[in-house]
Every structure is written in structure tokens, then in C-alpha cells.
């Protein structure tokens, strides 16, 4: 056998198949495929060998040639390849070429497999990517790329907010491999023969098996994409009884995004245009059901919402209601979470961390008038006119211009004379609160760090609040609150709020308060006159042909 260092480098994409999956048909889709040559691998292990043979095509470059090329000339086959093997109890699939990994059947491998593995192999200092799902305000994703190795804090992540999906980094263990990157296969470059694929595997299998350590990456459990479909399939049949049984506890609908309220009137839903909503609800929307119907997750699935005007004409967005739906679903001990459509799997013990915080954070005494429809904005109007020695309005009319790549800056929608920043939104999805509290946290901060800022604030101020910002000073700890004012049609004493929101507004507040803020939520009654609004849209003219 050759030395190690005689050994070719190959490079291997591999998949943990899941323990329920045993017989080669459940795992491969050999459709198209020549029939599997059985690979001697070592004394003990056979491998089956799926090729998959695509049909002679000339590259796509070439195409921007055809009309002076003979393109027949420079078709070519194309391969993919799956080595099915079974070391001790577990199978695995090593897929090979560009295709390799279709040749997979649906949910039969271990979602994050790479990912787990690679963070319990790779040196800590030699980080090289990292991709993550970002839960905040527009819920990014993105690639960090670092131009040398480097730890996992230097790519600046956010452990309560981020959700890690894959890393690139270099092994502890040569014997590991070269250069590792992990997400749901363990891609990696290593110096092998095939006879040390068996035992190589088992070390994967060894690393997959060992819990994160806590003091590096525990968090990166705290909050993950749920892939496997029939995890979702068992979600949604769960999520579909409790919807038919009437029982919509921790079940929502909420507008899904940011919209224009200026174009806005209100809403109406699929069948039901007669009627203008003020609000996107389940209660809106169950009092557009026959009575001989009942709610389900089909039902969501066809029928849809949209925005409209005060003469029912369709303006800006359109939903289907499941777009809409948020869910929080307890299944074997894991909560669960539908939000945007997508499941999400959370950790018990970061739900429980996540409550504790929003828990804390106390309710504002103050009392601001019912809402009456209009839109944010026509509220904030009529609470300034209403109380024109309470309130200075600061709302997105009167938005500064600030440089250093802030853009226009929001600096709150009423300010107090109490010294309140108050920040005020309709409930809604996740993004769109994560967006409220974005906003909240970056004038705050700018408040204090920028007194250039400072100074475009106060020209904005006419007595009797022209005196609360100084130039010259930051704002004096606990004399400045930030109030997070939520427009919601639900009674209760204590606002719910989107698991995600939680988990923003808990970091907001955080940092909120390292910069001397007090923080605080209240809750913006709806008229119920005006949630039961009822419009007859205007007679059409008849066409005259």
C-alpha cells in the first residue's frame, strides 16, 4: 500500500444517509442509469457504482457562436456518479460530477451533516467561509469570505440572529483531509486510496456524532432551515388539525412585507372583495368563510389577500394566505416555526432563553389614542395634532439625510415630551417588525455617537420640544426612552410577538440599553368599529361597444 504521502489528493462529496433507509431503491434514483457495478472497496465493504450518462451536447460558450460554428462538432457526454456504501450500520453516498447529487432520492440523507461534522474537524484559526441566513429585517443570505484563515468571531456574526449554513476551513488532522467545507454533504480534499474510504468514514461518522462544544458553536443549533420533507409533511398534517379543529392558538396571519399605506385603504381577501379588511387576521379572514367551511391549510393554500384602495381597485401587493401564516408548532419536544412559508426547527433551550428576555421588557405606561385606520402615518399625523404640546412629529416626512452609508434616517415617529422616541408599526410578519426595531436601534445609536446627527435633529424641533436634543450632548442615560408602539387588534395585556420579532427585539434591546436607552413596548388598540369596516365598491360603468 502506498504511503500517505504518495497518496493522489481526491476530492469527495459525501452524504450520511438517514438510519430508516436501507434498501438501494429507497436511496438512489437509478432512472437512466446503466446498471450499478459492484466496487470491491476493502476486504469487509463492497460499494454499488451509479453512473448516469447525459445525452452528448456542446458546450453552453459555444452557443454564442452557432451561426459560424458546426456546434455537432464539439458535443460531448456528460457523467454523474453515486458509490453507494455500507460501513457497519450506516449507509453513505459519495457523488461525483456535477450532477452527482441528483442522482439522490428526496430527504433520504442527514441535513447538516457537513456542517456538524466540518465544525468538530476544522482548526478553529482557520476559518476561510462561512455562509449564513440572516433572521433580521430583510432576512439576507450571504457568503463572508476571508482572504486568509481566521476564526469563526472575526467574520462578525450574530449568534442570536444568524443562522450558520456552511463553512470552509482547514482539518485538525491531515489524515482528515486538506481543506473541508461543510453544509449538508462533507466536501472535502483528502490523500486516499480507496481501500481508506471505510475507516475514514467512521471518523466522519465519529465527528457528525459529537456534540458542539459549547464555549466555540453551541449556538449554532439554536436555530436551523428544516429541510427534511417528511418532517414537513408531519408539521403540516399536525398544523392542519389544529387548524380544523378551530384550535388557532399560536397561529397568525399578518401582512407578509412592507407596504405603501399612503396607497392602502385596507385589504380584501379572495371571494370577499365587496368588503375592505382594515387589517390582514384570522378573524378578518374567518368571517369570509361559508358557515358549512372550515379553515385549513388547503384552504390557505388557494385563497388569497390583497391590498386596496378606497375604491377596491387592487394596489400593490398580493398574498396567498399561506404566505401570510405564521405557526409555532411543539412536536417531540422541538418547537417548531412557520414563518414566510418556511419551517424553521428551534432549540428548546434558546426559546426559553429568547421568552425569558421579551418577558422583561416592560410595558409603557403610555397611553396613545385607538387606531383608526389610514395607515402609520396618517396616525402619527393625528396623534401630533391631536396633543401638539405632548408630541413632535418626526415620522418618515421628516426623515434626515445622514452620510457614512446611513442613507435617509427615520429618527423616530412621535417624540415625546417625556423624552420618548417613539418608533410605531402595524403587526406583521417577522421582517417587517425586525425592520421597526432596525430602524429604533439605529437612530438611537447614531443619538449618541453623532453629533452632526444630533444637530440635523434639533433643526427638526420647534417648541416646546426644541430643547430635548442638545448638539452638544449625548442623550443622558436614563432620561431617553425608546418606545416600540405596535399596532395590534388583538386584546391582550402583554403584546405576542413573532418568535423571530422576539429574537430581534431582544437584541435590539440589548444594545439599546449599553447605550444608555430605557426600552419599552406598547400596545395600539384598533377602533372595533373600524375593524368591522364594510364598503360597497362603486357601480362599474357599463362599456358602450
Not at 465 to 488: C, G, H, M
Amino acid at each position: 500500500m502506498p504511503k500517505n504521502n504518495e497518496k493522489k489528493t481526491h476530492h469527495l462529496a459525501i452524504y450520511l444517509i438517514k438510519e430508516n433507509y436501507k434498501a438501494a431503491d429507497r436511496i438512489i434514483d437509478d432512472s437512466d442509469c446503466s446498471a450499478p457495478v459492484q466496487i470491491p472497496i476493502d476486504d469487509e465493504t463492497d460499494g454499488l457504482l451509479y453512473i448516469r450518462k447525459t445525452s452528448p451536447k456542446p458546450p453552453r460558450w459555444t452557443l454564442l457562436f452557432r451561426k459560424h460554428l458546426d456546434l455537432r462538432k464539439f458535443e460531448v457526454e456528460g457523467f454523474s456518479a453515486a458509490l453507494l456504501i455500507k460501513v457497519e450500520s450506516r449507509h453513505y453516498v459519495l457523488t461525483f460530477g456535477q450532477s452527482g447529487r441528483h442522482l439522490l432520492r428526496t430527504d433520504v440523507y442527514e441535513e447538516r451533516f457537513g456542517l456538524i461534522c466540518a465544525l468538530n474537524c476544522v482548526d478553529q484559526n482557520t476559518f476561510r467561509t462561512v455562509d449564513i441566513q440572516s433572521l433580521d429585517a430583510i432576512q439576507s443570505q450571504t457568503r463572508i469570505q476571508s482572504g486568509h484563515g481566521t476564526t469563526p468571531d472575526q467574520f462578525g456574526l450574530d449568534v442570536e440572529q444568524d443562522m450558520l449554513k456552511a463553512v470552509v476551513g482547514e482539518p485538525l488532522s491531515e489524515a482528515l483531509g486538506s481543506r473541508m467545507a461543510g453544509s449538508d454533504a462533507l466536501s472535502v480534499s483528502v490523500k486516499i486510496e480507496l481501500s481508506d474510504i471505510p475507516a475514514l468514514l467512521k471518523k466522519y461518522l465519529s465527528k457528525f456524532d459529537t456534540p458542539l462544544s459549547p464555549e466555540n458553536h453551541d449556538w449554532v443549533n439554536n436555530i436551523f432551515v428544516t429541510k427534511s420533507e417528511t418532517t414537513i409533511s408531519h408539521l403540516e398534517t399536525l398544523l392542519d388539525k389544529k387548524l380544523t379543529s378551530g384550535d388557532l392558538g399560536n397561529v397568525w396571519l399578518s401582512i407578509p412585507e412592507i407596504i405603501d399605506w399612503n396607497r392602502v385603504r385596507g385589504f380584501t381577501y379572495t371571494g370577499d372583495r365587496r368588503r375592505i379588511r382594515s387589517d390582514i387576521s384570522m378573524d378578518t379572514f374567518l368571517k369570509t368563510m361559508d358557515p358549512n367551511e372550515r379553515v385549513s391549510l388547503n384552504l390557505l393554500r388557494e385563497r388569497k389577500v390583497f391590498c386596496a384602495d378606497e375604491d377596491h381597485n387592487k394596489v400593490g401587493g398580493e398574498w396567498v394566505l399561506f404566505k401570510c401564516l405564521y405557526a409555532e408548532v411543539t412536536h417531540n419536544d422541538t418547537q417548531f416555526i412557520l414563518n414566510g412559508g418556511k419551517w424553521f426547527t428551534v432549540d428548546s433551550n434558546f426559546v426559553a432563553r429568547t421568552n425569558r428576555a421579551f418577558d422583561s421588557i416592560p410595558m409603557s405606561s403610555l397611553v396613545l389614542p385607538t387606531y383608526a385606520g389610514g395607515g402609520e402615518g396618517e396616525y402619527n399625523k393625528s396623534v401630533a395634532r391631536k396633543f401638539p404640546k405632548l408630541y413632535a412629529l418626526l415620522d418618515d416626512t421628516n426623515k434626515i439625510f445622514h452620510g457614512g452609508g446611513r442613507g435617509q434616517i427615520e429618527v423616530c415617529d412621535l417624540l415625546s415630551a417625556d423624552r420618548q422616541l417613539i418608533h410605531v408599526k402595524r403587526y406583521s410578519r417577522s421582517s417587517v417588525l425586525s425592520h421597526l426595531f432596525s430602524q429604533g436601534l439605529v437612530s438611537g445609536q447614531l443619538l449618541q455617537i453623532d453629533k452632526d446627527f444630533r444637530k440635523k435633529v434639533a433643526t427638526k424641533l420647534k417648541s416646546p420640544f426644541n430643547n430635548l436634543i442638545k448638539i452638544n450632548r449625548k442623550p443622558t442615560e436614563d432620561k431617553f426612552a425608546i418606545v416600540y408602539a405596535i399596532i395590534s387588534s388583538v386584546k391582550s395585556a402583554k403584546l405576542h410577538l413573532p418568535f423571530f420579532s422576539r429574537v430581534n427585539l431582544n437584541n435590539a434591546v440589548k444594545l439599546l440599553i449599553g447605550f444608555g436607552y430605557g426600552v419599552e413596548l406598547l400596545r395600539i388598540d384598533v377602533d372595533p368599529t373600524h375593524a368591522k369596516l364594510v364598503k360597497d365598491p362603486p357601480a362599474r360603468k357599463r362599456k358602450l361597444l
